[in-house]
């Protein structure tokens, strides 16, 4: 059996007792499809890694990840609207014992409602609230897709 010519710089592979390069030196020389193969491994670890291709993955990453960020700031401005309209905790809705802003009895109407956030986010649906077989309650709706809010699903 011939050895295979493998050009030092193959990195991993020179050091001695490698079995990648073991391997390759048992199966021999003359297989040209073997000499391709020991190529491509030279190349792939030759090869210095793209900057461009792993810097723009790190600059859609970044992008994401603030474009998330954004999003829960809006969320939570709007968590905390909601709240404060309903009289209600922002940071549990009465839901958590140990909160340490309301111990669990911040449930909506626990607290004060703000009057500007209730003006503008409970009167709205207040006045077009028509329970069933009450009539003259409140503004018809324009079309059935107005009478409920869609829901996650619905967007899906």
């Known amino acids: ?28 020389g003359a297989d040209p499809r073997l000499q391709m193969f020991a190529e491509l491994l030279r190349r792939r670890q030759l090869a ?4 461009d291709g792993s810097q723009a993955d790190l600059e859609r990453m970044t ?14 401005a709007r968590n905390d609207l909601l709240a404060s309209a309903l009289g ?9 014992e140990e909160c340490p802003l309301c111990d669990g009895r911040g449930l909506p109407g ?24 009450a009539p003259g309650l409140g ?11 869609p829901s996650a699903s619905d967007r899906t």
Request: net charge positive; with cysteine; aromatic share 6%.
């Open 88 to 96: 209600a905790c922002a940071r549990c809705w009465g839901e958590d």
């Open 48 to 51: 210095p890694p793209a900057p």
């Open 1 to 28: 059996m011939t050895d295979l010519a493998i050009p030092s710089g193959v990195g991993a592979m020179d050091s001695p007792g490698d079995p990648a390069l073991e391997l390759l030196r048992k199966l021999g």
């Open 139 to 149: 503004r018809e709706p324009e079309s059935d897709a107005r009478r409920h809010p």
């Open 110 to 133: 626990a607290f004060q409602p703000r009057p500007d956030a209730f003006e503008a986010c409970v009167l709205p649906a207040v006045r077009r609230y028509r329970p069933w077989g």
């Open 63 to 76: 992008a994401r990840c603030e474009r998330l960020r954004e999003a829960g700031r809006a969320l939570r």
